[in-house]
């Protein structure tokens, strides 16, 4: 299956760049791999968009991530598959596919200034975990980046108080301590992923046999 089957019957932003009116929208993205989303992403999602009465929230997948080198993840498909099924029933979240039509290494001030170029009605916020507000120093051009868009965070549990010198609104959750590893981890051992990932998210890695040993 090409991408572009994949994103046939994705549900995309209904922003369009010749967009009019009066009020801005507030648009949120969560960026990631989502290789798989969980409900922790669910649930980030849902508190920021909620808590700043956003219009929407896109759910960004990463084509190849650019904090992470040496990382791999399963095929573009499969992820933007899996983030339609865990998003399907919440009309505020969408998929927002732009970094895999792009391909390669995606970084986000580019990612920003194009859309801040292609939706010039919209404010965009953008939003991370304290783990990687702490690490915002090594973002390419982070000082250009903050100009574009407010930075979000959301604290997970556990992790150390943010000490970086960036301007964050910070978003109080009540966050389950889940990550894509572990959960990638417990299907190649054959261990339950119950309640860590929407059942269909369940079901879809079942029937495609993702994360399952060669």
């Known amino acids: 299956m090409s991408i572009e089957e994949a994103l046939e019957p994705i549900i995309l932003s209904q922003l369009t760049p010749d967009s009019s009116g009066d009020e801005r929208k507030r648009i949120g993205i969560l960026g990631g791999t989502f290789n798989p989303p969980h409900l922790g992403h669910l649930l980030m999602a849902e508190q920021v968009g909620n808590q700043l009465e956003l219009d929407e929230v896109w759910f960004m997948p990463t084509a190849k991530p650019p904090h992470a ?25 969408k998929v927002q596919p732009y970094e895999i039509h792009r391909g390669g290494v995606n970084y986000t001030v580019d990612t920003m200034r194009h859309f801040v170029e292609t939706y010039p009605e919209s404010d965009f916020y953008f939003i991370i975990g304290s783990d990687s507000a702490n690490d915002l120093s090594t973002w390419k051009q982070i000082d250009e980046l903050v100009q574009l868009v407010q930075l979000v965070g959301v604290r997970r549990p556990g992790e150390f108080p943010y000490q970086g010198q960036y301007p ?26 119950r309640y860590q990932v929407p059942s269909k998210v369940a079901a879809y890695i079942q029937k495609h046999k993702l994360y399952e040993m060669d």
Do not use: C
């Not at 399963?74 to 029933?89: F, G």
């Open 168 to 193: 964050i609104l910070w978003v109080d959750s009540p966050l389950i301590e889940l990550s894509s590893t572990e959960i990638r981890l417990r299907v190649y051992l054959e261990q339950s992923i």
């Open 69 to 93: 080198p040496g990382k791999t993840t399963i095929a573009s498909q499969h992820r933007v598959q899996m983030i339609q099924l865990a998003i399907e029933n919440n009309p505020l979240f």
